[in-house]
Nanobody, 120 residues
Framework: QVQLVESGGGLVQAGGSLRLSCAASGSIFRVMGWYRQAPGKQRELVATFTSDGSTNYADSVKGRFTITRDNAKNTVYLQMSNLKPEDTAVYYC????????????????WGQGTQVTVSS
């Protein structure tokens, strides 16, 4: 049973910092990452961390956000610094696991989301 448990969301002033955590269970994941969705907007990629150590960031967060992964704890983190009001959104943890039967594919799972609100 795959489960993703998120924590760390909250209210912060512009310029502040916040760290999100996503504790995964039930599988070892090829890719773990974070997406966000602001009111009236589509869900967008924030950052991903692949099992080989590679990372990927949205242009809007490069230099401000850092994604890390603790394999022993099966947990992924998002350290957010110099937060801006436009970062306000619900942040979702995402995880993908390789399945090989009956065919090779990625199975995708989502956390429940955690609210991040940045005030000006």
């Amino acid at each position: 049973q795959v489960q993703l448990v998120e924590s760390g969301g909250g209210l912060v002033q512009a310029g502040g910092s916040l760290r999100l955590s996503c504790a995964a269970s039930g599988s070892i994941f090829r890719v773990m990452g974070w997406y966000r969705q602001a009111p009236g907007k589509q869900r967008e990629l924030v950052a991903t961390f692949t099992s080989d150590g590679s990372t990927n960031y949205a242009d809007s967060v490069k230099g401000r956000f850092t994604i890390t992964r603790d394999n022993a704890k099966n947990t992924v983190y998002l350290q957010m610094s110099n937060l801006k009001p436009e970062d306000t959104a619900v942040y979702y943890c995402n995880a993908r696991v390789v399945a090989v039967t009956p065919k090779i594919r990625l199975e995708e799972y989502w956390g429940q989301g955690t609210q991040v609100t940045v005030s000006s």
